[in-house]
């Protein structure tokens, strides 16, 4: 009998003009995790979908339990007992947690054929109770938490009595309370004998859970090691292909005046008394702990909300914006923290998503001019250094490194002086981030003000000018980056404001 529960030989994935997948190998013991890392783009969603049976390899072999395996549909492979949860969980939001459990295999009265809810709500329950899920099984699925409705779908996996669990980017929403959660509900199936693909962009993530990590880029295997036995530096050079002495571009260009200032913003229930100021050239941190209100005080500078008090000024004079747009005009701009429900029209080409903020600034009559579309769209997308075929590409087809700089394209196209960065890294890997760091440096040269919200203190000493520590919707102190330690700014994050 095999030592592997899964493993996969020489496996080749063809699309139209795209080599997805090139000869990759992967093998997974019984109670192991193991990681899979590579950039965005490096085949690890393909990978996904050949194993759990959305697309047959073109060339290869698979391997279940030591038996050859081909699998014609997603069923076939959930048979066997392989399930994936997804970084953005699919599931039906009005339908309560039990259906979502049990749907596509409800428990039936064999007499009656009636779906027998008692049950399947008390094997639910069992389910929650066994990985240490405190969820009424009655609830409505869309009232729960990111974190708790990927416990559900965890739930959901074993009720199929999954053997090979394959998480996808699992923490990459949640907190870090959530995401200790989550981790230790992972140990706990791989200590009961069940096998997990762990796919993060996240070292934290790696580290914590897995014994050994494979590489992937460019659609090719790179190699396999133990966790233990690779150092940071020849992960990161494995992955992107180069090597990355600086994790950070250097700071370059000068700071200038002050561009847009808030002085005693409020907004009840979210933030209060919030002051702070950006200048030309700057980037500028807003940190804090998930919750401490930095989103909700961008949204309400950029007139996505409104505050109840205080005072914005920009380039001196006071301003009133009572809607996005108006920020626009005036020259503000903002790359939302969810850039697939907030920050693209991911059925869109790339081009008109890039355009689409400045439509009557190439439009004549109530006529699109196509031709000035399209040049404005490469020249913008080439800017940012997007890696598609053509700016016809729909958004959804990117990788989230490359749907992020569409993002940054667009508000690239407006004449703006002040740019908001929510999370701008968020979700994407080692090599994208950098390029993303590259743009803001750029930016920053060019003298927009740069404020830029982060959770990542490695991020947030490496890119920023000064930081703004946010605490419970207010902020506890503004500091200069240069000589701040990260344990200074994690004081700051959980202390009260006096």
């Not at 093998?27 to 085949?43: D, F, R, S, T």
């Not at 701009?333 to 600034?361: A, F, H, V």
Request: hydrophobic letters at 40%.
């Amino acid at each position: 009998m095999s030592e592997y529960i899964l493993e996969l030989k020489g496996i080749t994935k063809i699309f139209p003009g795209v080599k997805a997948l090139n000869q990759v190998n992967f093998n997974l013991a019984k109670g192991e995790i193991h990681a899979l890392m590579g950039e965005n783009g490096a085949g690890k969603s393909t990978f996904i979908k050949v194993i759990t049976g959305v697309h047959a390899p073109d060339e290869g072999e698979m391997y279940f339990e030591g038996e050859k395996v081909t699998f014609k549909n997603t069923r076939e492979s959930q048979k066997l007992g392989i399930a994936a949860i997804y970084q953005h969980v699919t599931n039906y939001p009005d339908l309560s947690v039990t259906e979502n459990i049990f749907i596509g295999h409800e428990k039936v009265s064999p007499r009656t054929k009636r779906i027998l809810w008692n049950d399947m709500h008390k094997k639910a329950k069992e389910l929650l109770d066994s990985i240490g899920a405190n969820i009424d099984p009655k609830v409505q699925m869309g009232t729960l938490s990111v974190a708790e409705q990927q416990i559900v779908e965890i739930a959901k996996a074993l009720s199929m009595d999954a053997k090979v669990i394959i998480m996808d980017e699992p923490t990459a929403a949640l907190t870090k309370t959530e995401s200790e959660q989550l981790y230790k509900i992972a140990e706990q199936l791989r200590d009961s004998g069940v096998s997990i693909i762990l796919i993060s962009h996240r070292f934290e993530d790696m580290y914590r859970l897995a014994t050994r990590v494979t590489v992937f880029r460019d659609a090719q295997y790179i190699g396999c090691w133990g966790v233990n036995e690779i150092s940071n530096e020849k992960l990161i050079f494995a992955m992107v292909g180069r090597e990355m002495t600086q994790l950070f571009p250097p700071r370059q260009g000068k700071i200038g005046k002050e561009v847009l200032k808030v002085e005693g913003l409020s907004q009840t229930g979210y933030f209060a008394d919030v002051s702070f100021s950006v200048r030309q050239g700057e980037i500028l941190a807003l940190t804090g702990l998930v919750g401490a209100g930095r989103t909700e005080v961008c949204e309400s500078i950029f007139g996505i909300t409104k505050p109840d008090k205080g005072k914005i000024y920009f380039e001196g004079k006071e301003i009133k914006i009572n809607e996005p747009l108006e920020a626009m005009n005036m020259g503000i701009g903002y790359l939302p923290e969810d850039r697939q429900k907030q920050g693209l029209i991911l059925q869109w080409g790339i081009g008109k998503n890039i355009t689409l903020s400045t439509l009557s600034q190439i439009s004549k009559a109530g006529w699109l001019n196509e031709k000035k579309e399209a040049e404005v769209a490469k020249t913008l997308a080439e800017k940012v250094t997007v890696k598609a075929t053509s700016i016809f590409d729909t958004a959804d087809s990117l990788s989230g490194g490359n749907q992020q700089k569409v993002v940054v394209a667009k508000l690239l196209a407006s004449e703006l002086k002040v740019i908001i960065l929510d999370e701008p890294t968020k979700g994407v890997d080692v090599g994208a981030k950098y390029a993303i760091y590259e743009i803001m440096r750029e930016l920053a040269k060019q003298d927009y003000a740069i404020i830029m919200v982060s959770s990542e203190m490695p991020e947030v000493l490496g890119m920023s000018d000064r930081i703004a520590v946010m605490r419970d919707g207010r902020i506890t102190a503004t500091l200069e980056a240069d000589g701040i330690s990260q344990e200074k700014i994690l004081e700051f994050a959980m202390l009260e404001k006096e």
